[in-house]
């Protein structure tokens, strides 16, 4: 029994750092196109070793900009009276430069 533990304990860290989809589906892959049972970089692919593309920075960076814009637009406040009445009139000047 304690052979099995070592060898679930290594097998843990070998890819206890890939994501379940992926690795789901590298056993998949592995099981349709081999007839031996999948060995741990069978299981982690080149999941640890790729660099993302362009266009997964891009989205990521994207998603990261669109959950600090929800989290800002959560917290906001309304305007002031004062500054919103203020900005009005300021407004109403240049309007009123540019119309002339």
Known sequence: MVKDQETFNVW????????????HQ?????????PFFPKPVDII???LTRQPSYY????AEEQADALALEEYNQ???PMPNHIR??????NARMRVKHES
């Open 26 to 34: 590298n056993v998949i892959l592995h099981l349709q196109t081999s």
């Open 12 to 23: 843990y860290n070998l890819v206890k750092d890939v994501p379940f989809e992926v690795a």
């Open 56 to 59: 997964e920075l891009q989205r």
């Open 85 to 90: 009445e203020r900005l009005e009139r300021l």
């Open 75 to 77: 917290q906001a406040v």
């Open 45 to 47: 692919g080149d999941y």
